[in-house]
């Protein structure tokens, strides 16, 4: 499990969804949480990089993840969200569904990932974890935020 907190306790996620999915994802990657708000789009930028936005001064490119995750057309709404994330020192917003609650969850709680071959990617996925009757997809947003995302837009920013 690859989360800031030690791994012999507990750890803090933040939970959110996506279709009918909840995931979670290091509470430590979230700088902020923002509505939905009309992006600048992008020439010649992949579908999934929906544009960037002016955050205090700083441009911040802002990929669908429903749509990079092949998860259906994406709805935008009231209840939509861009989670601000902070990964290795390089700020981006990823659109979800909405956004619940943080969830700590202990060691025992987080199942490993279920493996698939070659038929499906999960690298990016820490594992399941379970708290009463839900269970968060719990994802690793270094590895689901590829280089390649971020070489893509440090390339149109260019």
Known sequence: MQVAQDINSA???LAFT???EEYG???IKVQEIRGYVAVTRLANAPD????VINLRRVIVPVIDMRIKLGLGPPVYDQFTIVIVLNIKGNVMGMVVDSVSDVTTLT???IRPAPTFGNAIDTGYLIGL???DQRML???DIEKLMTSDDIS???KLAA
């Open 18 to 20: 996506m279709g009918q």
């Open 152 to 154: 893509v837009i440090h």
């Open 11 to 13: 750890a803090a996620f």
């Open 137 to 139: 997809i719990l994802v």
């Open 48 to 51: 999934y990089l929906k544009g």
């Open 129 to 131: 974890g379970t708290v």
């Open 107 to 109: 060691l025992e709680q």
């Open 25 to 27: 994802l290091d509470i």
